[in-house]
């Protein structure tokens, strides 16, 4: 079994890539499912980030741990709840596996009161469906303490402001796959994952990765796949962007060993970007940037 100096297998890539098939060959080969890399997340994890259902089926009948925890005390059902985007399917099928969505991470934070702050989409909904979970009505201490922080915000902003400003809270303070610089460097391919949605998932394709530390600017291409058993067929969301280093990496989710597309595109606009006179850099925020 190989493992990257990230403690990461096959497996874990295959199930964040969302490749079902993948996963089962993996599985039917002996791959190890309870597996956890040094940020402590095991395939299910991954799973659960790409908010793929077919790849996590296939670790849960493959014995996967639904409580496993990482570094920062999130399970898998934590991180189907914040990648969910308006599709719940990982969420039930975790629930209805028998997943605890009162598990608080080292935050406090429980998969039901996140749901409950998360305001671009009604995810408690699904913690509501019908299964067989023993866990599903949220604990009063859960209950209490996201009413707590709620009447905390009504003080200051509007009801819609308070969801988006607490939910930003609560992604700052448990991002659990973000990159280091030094990460970022050593991977010499130069492929990474950034968050997804329910329609693509997003990679960014580091092109100068061999002169960035000596630049201290990255050149970077963000993509988007919507069938990842295609990931050739791209939607191109920033074909050239210049980017400080210290700015990109917090973005950066987890290193892939495939994802570079042909590069005529990001050519094209790297050479008009060496042209400005003055010359644009991000130094904000990556998804500001590519908007």
Known sequence: MNIDKYGRSELHYAALEGNAEKVRALIQSGA??????KQGWAALHCAAQANCSATASLLIEA?????????FGNTPLWRATMASNGNG?????????????NAANKSGVSPVSLANTIGNHNVL??????????HLRPSAAAASNCDAVFRACAQR????????IFTS????????????????YSHEYGVWSIESNDKLSKRVIIHNIMTAKEDNIFHIEVVGTEDPQQPWRVTRLKSHL???????????????????VYPEHFNFEFEAWQKQQIKIICTTELFKCIK
Request: charged content about 20%; proline content about 6%.
């Open 169 to 184: 809270i609560v992604l700052l303070a448990n991002v659990c796959a973000s990159a280091t610089l030094e990460e970022v």
């Open 63 to 71: 014995g996967a741990d639904l409580e496993l925890r990482d570094v």
């Open 157 to 164: 902003y509007t009801n819609m402001m308070k969801t988006i």
């Open 125 to 134: 909904s699904f913690m509501k469906s019908p299964n067989k979970s023993r």
């Open 32 to 37: 190890l499912v309870n597996l956890q890399c």
């Open 242 to 260: 210049a980017i400080k280093p210290e700015v990109l990496a917090p973005s950066l989710i987890s290193p892939l060993s495939k994802g570079k």
């Open 89 to 101: 399917g990982v969420i039930k099928l975790l629930l209805g596996a028998g997943a605890n969505p």
